[in-house]
């Protein structure tokens, strides 16, 4: 079993910048792909970025030119470094991780909230 933790919610300032941290139990590299996810108070969940294991990443076209994924492979860590911040980016962010292939993915962490508020 594969356990992720997720760290570096909190509150921030509109146009402020945090970094999420999500620490993996097991080689970062042997999952196919990771990603953040994130749950806005009355809304569906959605996806907010991605990355595979050979490197690709992918933002969705809220977070792009703001929000950016990589992560440290020695230290089996995936980040989500947000900058620019608004307020509907207030939100529980959570981790995930698939083993194999892009379907549903097989872990998820316990989540991190985000507000963005003066």
């Known amino acids: 079993q594969v356990q992720l933790v997720e760290s570096g919610g909190g509150l921030v300032q509109p146009g402020g910048s945090l970094r999420l941290d999500c620490e993996v139990s097991?080689?970062?590299?042997?999952?196919?792909?990771m990603s953040w996810w994130r749950e806005a108070p009355g809304k569906t969940l959605d996806l907010v970025a991605t990355?595979?294991?050979?490197?690709?990443?992918t933002i969705a076209d809220s977070a792009k030119g703001r929000f950016s994924i990589s992560r440290d492979n020695a230290k089996n860590t995936l980040y989500l470094q947000m900058n620019a911040l608004k307020p509907e980016d207030t939100a529980v962010y959570y981790c995930?991780?698939?083993?194999?292939?892009?379907?549903?993915?097989?872990?998820w962490g316990q989540g991190t909230r985000v507000t963005v508020s003066p």
């Open positions: 995930t991780a698939n083993r194999l292939d892009f379907g549903r993915a097989d872990y």
């Open positions: 097991t080689d970062i590299l042997s999952l196919f792909s």
């Open positions: 990355l595979t294991r050979s490197g690709t990443a």
